[in-house]
């Protein structure tokens, strides 16, 4: 079979989330960007030299979710925007637990801010 360089620019991937005081951690399924290697490569300095902190960088990997992926208090969806992804980074310690997921969703290791 042939290797399709034509791919789409988001794919989901399970972000596990363990918050304090809490026994059972929590999954979150988030869509990430397919970023190209020279966006990887910057990413990953950016994150290194420390020029962006965790939720920086869940701003730039996070393309959205869907379905009941993130709900209110009452158990209804919130749909996925800006403002609703700036809500989620303020949990901790979800901003983490996402640069984790995203580096294991490209098959490495997370690196450390």
Excluded at 32 to 54: C, H, K, N, P, V
Excluded at 79 to 85: I, M, N, P, T
Aim: charged fraction near 25%.
């Amino acid at each position: 079979m042939a290797f399709k360089l034509a791919v789409s620019e988001t794919y989901p991937h399970a972000v596990i989330v363990q918050l304090p005081g809490e026994k059972t951690p929590r999954k979150l399924e988030l869509d990430f960007y397919r970023l190209s290697q020279a966006q990887l490569t910057d990413l990953s300095a950016r994150s290194r030299a420390g020029e962006i902190d965790d939720k920086q960088f869940g701003r730039e990997v996070v393309a959205g979710w869907s379905g009941k992926a993130v709900t209110d208090e009452a158990g209804d969806a919130i749909e996925f925007s800006a403002s609703a992804l700036e809500q989620l980074l303020e949990v901790y310690p979800v901003p983490a637990s996402i640069v984790t997921a995203f580096y294991e969703s490209i098959g490495g290791a997370k690196q450390k801010n």
